[in-house]
């Protein structure tokens, strides 16, 4: 999905791995977006508040996490992470 994203805006993949991880792009790339997008010219200069909405799930979800990590000593905290990370890496593939 991201290759196609990146493909649309006429950037390399690479490119857009770094736009995601807050690099600053330069006004030709924020308007060569806008345009492959369709979005109005200095569109992306314009400051947004981000809204984190979660479902009843996912909340559910988290505060089992939350006490779930609290709960446990330091081995149960490593393999909390290693479980969530080998999942995370899982899903990618």
């Keep these: 999905m991201e290759r196609s994203f990146a493909a649309l805006l006429q950037i390399h993949p690479s490119l857009l791995s770094h736009i995601k991880g807050a690099r600053p792009i330069s006004d ?7 345009k492959a997008i369709e979005l109005p010219r200095g569109w992306l200069d314009e400051p947004r508040e981000i809204e984190a909405t979660t479902s009843p799930g996912e909340d559910a979800f ?3 996490a ?3 990590w609290r709960s446990a000593n330091a081995r149960g905290k490593r393999e909390l ?3 969530v990370m080998q999942h995370k890496l ?3 593939s």
Aim: net charge neutral; aromatic share 10%; glycine share 0%.
């Design 28 to 34: 030709k790339l924020a308007e060569q977006i806008e």
């Design 62 to 64: 988290l505060e089992i």
């Design 66 to 68: 939350r006490q779930a």
């Design 81 to 83: 992470r290693t479980f």
């Design 90 to 92: 899982n899903s990618y």
